[in-house]
Each structure stands twice: as structure tokens, then as C-alpha cells.
């Protein structure tokens, strides 16, 4: 079993910076690919971004050269740096872990889920 937790939501003005964080407990996270999602308001959740164990990064296209996942498995952890942010950024964020590195995009196949973060960014 796999427990995550993220960190780092709040508010944030249009144009602005933050880092998510998503602490991992209970296995290590070396042997899984990572997530992050989010799912706004009257939305399905989407994939934002997602990193293999080694290091291959997935984008949606709407955050490409804005956000950066990276990952620290010696601290168990994965971050989403998101800068130039914009008001429809704002959602509940979060982190999930999957078994294989494939099928990076499609939210079913990830095994493990967090219980979010919010995060708002004001025009």
C-alpha cells in the first residue's frame, strides 16, 4: 500500500508561481510512475502531468512549458512546480501512483490516490 499526501494548494494570483508536493508513505515510490490530476469545478478530472521511474514526462497540453513534475525518490516525494498560472488552473489537485509505465493518461490504471489539494488562482 501506498498513502500520499499533497501539499502546497491555496490561492494565488493570475500570473503567479506555487509548488505542489506529494509526500509518498508506506512503500517506496522508485517503482511506480506518478501523477498529478485535477478535476475542476463541474469537470472530469484530467491528467496534468505524469513522470515515469525513469524520468519520461507527460504534459496536457494546456500546462506544456508552464508546469514541471519531477521527482525525489530519495525523499519519497513528487512536485509539480506551476508557474504562469491562470484562473482556469484553479481545481482540486491530486497525486496518484501506478504500477508500470504506461498508460500514463488514463486515470484508471493508477493504483494509488491522494485526497487532493485545492488550489485557486484569482484574476
Known amino acids: 500500500q501506498v498513502q500520499l499526501v499533497e501539499s502546497g494548494g491555496g490561492s494565488v494570483q493570475a500570473g503567479g508561481s506555487l509548488r505542489l508536493s506529494c509526500a509518498a508513505s508506506g512503500r517506496t515510490i522508485s517503482t511506480y510512475a506518478m501523477g498529478w490530476f485535477r478535476q475542476a469545478p463541474g469537470k472530469q478530472r484530467e491528467l496534468v502531468a505524469a513522470?515515469?521511474?525513469?524520468?519520461?514526462?507527460e504534459y496536457a497540453d494546456s500546462v506544456k512549458g508552464r508546469f514541471t513534475i519531477s521527482r525525489d525518490d530519495a525523499k519519497n516525494t513528487v512536485y509539480l512546480q506551476m508557474n504562469s498560472l491562470k484562473p482556469e488552473d484553479t481545481a482540486l489537485y491530486y497525486c496518484a501512483a501506478k504500477s508500470g509505465n504506461y498508460n500514463l493518461r488514463l486515470q484508471g490504471k493508477y493504483d494509488y490516490w491522494g485526497q487532493g489539494t485545492q488550489f485557486t488562482v484569482s484574476s
Open positions: 513522470v515515469t521511474t525513469g524520468g519520461y514526462t
